[in-house]
Nanobody, 127 residues
Framework: QVQVVESGGGLVQAGGSLRLSCTAS????????MAWYRQPPGKQRELVAH???????KYLDSVKGRFTISRDNAKKMIFLQMNNLKPEDTGIYYC?????????????????????WGQGTQVTVSS
């Protein structure tokens, strides 16, 4: 089983910065995509930033130029540097990781795809 834990959220004034971190642990064989989503109050969850195995990135239009996603494959971590924060960035930020996990079953080694979410971390930007 793969666990994902986010940290780094908090309360910040508009124009400020926060850095979110996400760590994956468990029986991970390999990691494919890593991404940050957010859910603003009363709205649906949306993709904020995505980074592929090769390092290519994709951002929500409203955060381009302000947010930067990065990953540390060796530590199984991803980060989201958020600068020039705006009140509309307020929400719960979730980390999502996909990959392959490895485990033993009946004496055989099993490789199985996974997609795991963290519990979320609250980001609040005051005006």
């Amino acid at each position: 089983q793969v666990q994902v834990v986010e940290s780094g959220g908090g309360l910040v004034q508009a124009g400020g910065s926060l850095r979110l971190s996400c760590t994956a642990s468990g029986s991970i064989f390999s990691i494919n995509t890593m991404a940050w989503y957010r859910q603003p109050p009363g709205k649906q969850r949306e993709l904020v930033a995505h980074i592929s195995t090769g390092g290519s990135t994709k951002y929500l239009d409203s955060v381009k130029g302000r947010f930067t996603i990065s990953r540390d494959n060796a530590k199984k971590m991803i980060f989201l540097q958020m600068n020039n924060l705006k009140p509309e960035d307020t929400g719960i930020y979730y980390c999502n990781i996909t990959g392959v996990e490895r485990f033993l079953e009946g004496g055989a080694t099993i490789l199985q795809g996974f997609g795991s979410w963290g519990q979320g971390t609250q980001v609040t930007v005051s005006s």
